[in-house]
């Protein structure tokens, strides 16, 4: 069965310094891969996603993140910090066949300081 | 594309009501997927939708709730004799499948913004 970790629920960065929110999954083989972010009382909107190509993705709003298969991680990261950034972000996999459907992580909520 | 559309966006309803959630997700999109979020976690697969066919079901989807597509189009998600364990975020997502689309697109899901149920 899938799984998804992410490592620390809380993190508070300054602006302007490098974002780093981690993503650990496990699957018994290699999972399409995908980062959201949610905004208070919204939807999930999509970052960015590996599927498969090469391993390091660029998303929207300066994110990317890279998909290291010997580490079976998937984390995202932004250099610089915007206060706009602050929001709850989640991995999610999905499997390469069948219904496609998401198993997400418990999410890590991300705090912007001025 | 106006996205996925979600109504109402927020239902507060007594214990043992019936409540039902409407989903609209993108026109050409054949695949749609129902998530339940409580509060601290990540969304959780509920059920799922090819075309008008449901076809799983997760273990969390009790004999109370109930989904249709019954023209492959709109879902409904009913809950019946409503529980407080069944206040949470309700989000409806789709996406295309293969028909038409890049793979690196296919199975990219697009997400409402949920209906938010309070049961009191």
């Known amino acids: 069965a899938q799984s998804v970790t992410q490592l620390g629920s809380h993190v508070s960065v300054s602006e302007g310094a490098l974002v780093l929110l981690r993503c650990n999954y496990s699957?018994?083989?290699?999972?399409?891969l995908f980062w959201y972010v949610q905004y208070p009382n919204q939807g999930l909107q999509l970052l960015l996603k590996?599927?498969?190509?090469?391993?390091l993705v660029k998303g929207i709003n300066g994110f990317e993140a890279e998909f290291k298969k010997s580490e079976t991680s998937f984390h995202l990261t932004k250099p610089s910090a915007h206060m706009s950034d602050a929001a709850e972000y989640f991995c999610a996999v999905s499997g390469r066949s069948g219904t496609y459907k998401y198993i997400f992580g418990t999410g890590t909520r991300l705090k912007v300081l001025a | 594309d106006t996205g996925v559309s979600q109504d109402p966006r927020h239902k507060i309803t007594k214990r043992g009501q019936n409540v039902t959630f409407r989903c609209d997700p993108i026109?050409?999109?054949?695949?749609l997927y129902w998530y339940r979020q409580t509060l601290g976690q990540g969304p959780e697969f509920l059920t799922y939708?090819?075309?008008?066919?449901?076809?799983?079901k997760s273990r969390l989807l009790s004999d109370r709730f109930s989904a249709e597509r019954p023209k492959g189009s709109f879902s409904t998600l009913e809950i019946q004799r409503t529980e407080q364990g069944d206040s949470a975020m309700y989000l409806c997502a789709s996406s295309s499948g293969l028909q038409g689309s890049k793979l690196s697109e296919a199975y990219e899901q697009y997400f409402g913004p949920g209906t938010r149920l309070t049961v009191t």
């Open positions: 939708f090819q075309n008008e066919a449901q076809l799983e």
């Open positions: 699957s018994s083989v290699p999972p399409y």
């Open positions: 026109s050409e999109h054949n695949r």
């Open positions: 590996y599927t498969t190509g090469a391993t």
